[in-house]
């Protein structure tokens, strides 16, 4: 749809919008209600290494002002057994990247219109020339998705407390569990792995917890319960969604420090999505920094924190406060704001905040530079044609 210059909408204009959005959802709906066969939905990985591939992702939601552009063009891997930390300020799209992965972005009005999500499962394996083959989660039927969901991938959320269900004890739910992932099992059996992950998770009186109400824990305990909850089918990733932003900074440290462990333990992977750089630093093996619905920068933890490139990641990590810094001197922020997801530039979206601009950044927006074998950057200072 047209670009509009101002964010006055006319009635006119407003119907034009609805009218679109209509036609819109209807058409992404009903290409979900196909029965597609799995060879539809089958495709190659680029690295039998990898347990997710994203690429070129695009997620946007169909509202009243214009097309959201939430997750736009994102393309990152999550190797097997590995932390990989997704990092940027609130609203450029770390949450509605991972509700993709799990095909639970609020439809109708919310829908992914292109890319590919490559899960790498043993239910598929070699082609004929010997590829490893994998899923693409953004066309497979929600049928199968339930398979999927809750047991090869799960997900931590930001609040326990709304995650849990406060009518039912901790046991019951855990069990709960247990009885999706495996209807055979009897009462008994599940009750006693579902102690075993609560033990597993650090809780002292796993017996006492598993009779105890949601209310009756603290913040700290509630996370770890949830964590075991995310454990209980073997899962190969793990998406942690902020686990710790609600939490206090003691115990911040201790849920980490116990998500890093079950990672090592379990080897499975994580994607740990948060706006805290010093969490990443701690926890994360490969780091991907997210701006306004892009990746701009994407590299190892060392490369990311000892060579940042683009200027938004050097300002982040400028932003972070350090316990040697002079405490007179006032926090580095970035100037300027976001730009809107709906009437996105042209050019560079960080054009607006970047001190290092170049006439080239009135071009369009930068390709992405490959800078070594795992560390990418999109930003025109790293252009090999660069004076
Ligand atoms: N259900 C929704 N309807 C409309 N816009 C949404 C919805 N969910 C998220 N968005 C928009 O998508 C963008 C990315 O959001 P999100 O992924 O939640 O950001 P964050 O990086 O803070 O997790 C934001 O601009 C947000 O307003
Ligand atoms: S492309 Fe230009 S405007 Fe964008 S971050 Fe790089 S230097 Fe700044
Ligand atoms: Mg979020």
Partial sequence: M????????????????????????KHYEALKRRNVEPIE????????????????????????????????????DIPKNSIVGVVGESGCGKSVTSLSIMQLVQSPQ?????????????????????????????????????????????????????????????GYQLDEVSF????????????????????????????????SYPHELSGGMR??????????????????????????????????????????KEGCSIMLITHDLGVIAEMADYVVVMYAGKVIEKGTAKEIFHNPMHPYTIGLQKSKPLITSNSNEPLY????????????????????????????CNGEYPKEIKVSDTHYVSCYLYEESEE
Wanted: proline share 5%; hydrophobic share 35%; glycine share 4%.
């Fill in 180 to 211: 999706i992932h495996n209807p055979e099992i009897q009462k008994e059996e599940a009750k006693k792995h579902s102690i075993e992950m609560l033990n597993k998770v650090g809780i002292s009186m796993p017996e006492r917890v598993y009779s």
């Fill in 223 to 264: 996370q770890r319960v949830m964590i075991a909850m995310a454990l209980a089918g073997n899962p190969k990733l793990i998406i942690a969604d902020e686990p710790t932003t609600a939490l206090d900074v003691t115990i911040q440290a201790q849920i980490l420090e116990l998500l890093k462990d079950l990672q090592k």
């Fill in 41 to 76: 939905y089958t495709v190659k990985m680029k690295n039998p290494n990898n347990i997710i591939e994203i690429d070129n992702l695009k997620t946007c939601f169909f509202t009243d002002n214009g097309t959201v552009m939430s997750v736009n063009g994102v393309s990152f």
């Fill in 333 to 360: 922020s970035i100037p300027g704001q976001v730009p809107s997801p709906i009437n996105l530039p042209n050019n560079c979206y960080f054009k607006g905040r970047c001190t290092k601009c170049i006439n080239k």
């Fill in 110 to 170: 919310g829908q992914i219109i292109d890319g590919q999500i490559r899960f790498n499962t043993d239910e598929v394996s070699l082609d004929e020339k010997g590829n490893k083959l994998a899923y693409d989660i953004t066309k497979m039927p929600t049928q199968h998705m339930y398979n999927i969901r809750g047991k090869d991938i799960t997900m931590i959320f930001q609040e326990p407390m709304t995650s849990l269900n406060p009518v039912f004890t901790i």
């Fill in 2 to 25: 047209k670009v509009k210059k101002t964010n006055y909408i006319s009635l006119k204009e407003s119907r034009q919008i609805i009218k679109y959005n209509i036609q819109q959802m």
